[in-house]
């Protein structure tokens, strides 16, 4: 017992001490003076902000000397959503948007900067790749929606980066005329495999012609090329793609697209609804794609060559994109009845929750050495309706996938109506997250860390009684703090 005056200033100063300790986890989920809930996180991870303060972000790559490139809407002296830039992170600090260079897009609905991947060479050549909605060549609105010969479309283009953005002059198309003509279901994720390929993925556009069955149409596929700037059209087709020597095989990326109505030697794998992310495993190039469904069915594919994943006729495991009454679903191995391939994991949408909406995201087949062992050779996914971070855990003995769960409540960051838009591993082994905020201005990149040993404590500080009046004797306590810091 002790009165007003004596130690009670000691106990206090070691209790606000652990809450001090405690004060860098509870920063992390306050802004502008807000507190919102954390996440809920396995034990030992944390969610930590790397980049904050990006304008409606849609995707970033890490480059080789440490810098991180992300495609952000607007310009140096614009926010308007029709213009885009790459936005340059380097050494802790986020540049001011780049003078020199801002792309001309669509940016409504779904479309606009969508995609960027570094160049296997870029230490020697500066060269990234970026995915954009591009607006029209003709008259009328430049961001017209109707089906109009003269876009807006989908492109892929190289680009070098100088030390802030993109120089000016330095883009060179690659690929043009992907559809994007419905506003929605643009894919636009780009990766390379370890043999140089650039792998992009492509949405179905939301057209009534729906183009994921049409071999000879870019729409709703898995598309590889070998990009080569010393070829006019800025790359070729790997000898080993599937339709690369089919009859009537033609180049309809190039521009003009070559006439005919043959297969698109561009083509990697078809029938894909809206494969907005999709991840390749480095260690053996193995695909997985993370086709976004429609009102029923979501699903995890992994992408074989010259595979037709079913969209239109086929999503998740029924046909048509319909619920299935127990025993219609298509299980089995290998193909199903129709000879499309089936996917390595679906989840219905009124699975793990009340309402309707889902929309998976990639996804990051985690194959660093910062997570404890159990998450190694994990397929991370996450869904941007929904909010959270599951994992599917492969068993070689049965060829088979399992889900399991690791975060939730990933809308509660800054407030609701925000979330994942993408995943993936970086440098250090540590998973990053895309993260949209209801303030458009700032989007983050968080970083996923598992703190090992050195985990925060937790700082309990009580008193009895609560008040009183000046020469009340008073009780306290820090006994409730814990702190599982363990030195090894």
């Not at 419905?182 to 370890?194: C, P, Q, T, V, W």
């Not at 020597?245 to 030697?265: I, M």
């Amino acid at each position: 017992m002790m009165n007003w005056g004596s130690k009670l200033m000691v106990r206090l100063m070691r209790a606000l001490s652990l809450l001090a300790c405690s004060a860098l986890v509870v920063s992390i989920f306050s802004s502008a003076g807000a507190l919102y809930a954390a996440p809920n996180l396995p034990p030992g991870f944390v969610l930590e902000t790397y980049i904050g303060g990006l304008l409606s972000p849609r995707a970033f790559a890490f480059a080789p000397d440490g810098r991180v490139f992300i495609a952000e809407r607007g310009s140096a002296t614009s926010t308007d959503i029709n213009l885009a830039n790459v936005r340059v992170y380097k050494d802790g600090a986020l540049l001011p948007r780049s003078t020199t260079h801002a792309f001309d897009v669509c940016g409504d609905g779904e479309r606009g900067f969508l995609g960027i991947a570094i160049d296997p060479n870029f230490s020697t050549n500066n060269y990234i790749y970026v995915y954009y909605t591009r607006q029209r060549d003709g008259n009328g609105s430049a961001c017209d929606s109707k089906p109009e010969t003269d876009g807006p479309y989908n492109r892929v283009s190289r680009v070098t980066m100088g030390l802030d953005g993109v120089i000016v002059g330095s883009e060179v198309v690659l690929l043009d005329f992907i559809t994007a003509e419905g506003g929605i279901h643009n894919a636009g994720d780009l990766h390379f495999d370890r043999q140089g390929n650039l792998l992009i993925s492509t949405g179905n556009g939301n057209m009534n012609d729906n183009p994921s069955q049409n071999l000879a149409d870019l729409g709703g596929k898995i598309l590889r090329i070998r990009p080569d700037a010393q070829v006019a059209r800025g790359y070729t087709i790997p000898a080993d793609n599937p339709y690369a020597s089919s009859s009537g095989a033609r180049f309809c990326g190039t521009t003009p697209p070559q006439s005919g109505n043959g297969p698109c030697k561009e083509v990697y794998a078809s029938g894909f609804r809206n494969p907005f992310r999709f991840t390749v495993n480095n260690d053996d190039d193995t695909i997985y794609a993370f086709d976004v469904g429609g009102g029923a069915w979501e699903e995890i594919n992994k992408v074989v060559k010259g595979g037709d994943y079913g969209h239109p006729q086929r999503e998740g495991l029924c046909d048509g994109a319909a619920y299935c009454l127990p025993g219609e679903e298509y299980f089995g191995v290998g193909l199903s009845p129709q000879g499309y391939q089936e996917p390595i994991y679906t989840y219905k949408h009124t699975e793990y929750h009340n309402a309707s909406d889902a929309a998976v995201i990639g996804g990051a087949f985690y194959a660093g050495s910062a997570y404890p062992a159990q998450y190694h050779g994990n397929l991370f996914f996450a869904d941007y309706a929904r909010a959270w971070i599951k994992r599917l855990i492969y068993d070689a003995a049965s060829d088979s996938w399992s889900r399991a769960d690791f975060a939730t409540g990933l809308d509660t960051l800054r407030g609701t109506g925000n979330s994942i838009i993408g995943v993936q591993s970086g440098p250090d082994g540590n998973l990053y997250i895309l993260h949209l905020s209801d303030d458009e201005a700032d989007g983050r990149v968080y970083r996923l860390r598992y703190t090992l040993a050195n985990r925060p404590p937790t700082a309990q500080i009580a008193a009895d009684p609560i008040d009183g009046v000046l020469d009340t004797e008073f009780t306290f306590s820090a006994s409730g703090s814990s702190d599982l810091t363990t030195i090894a």
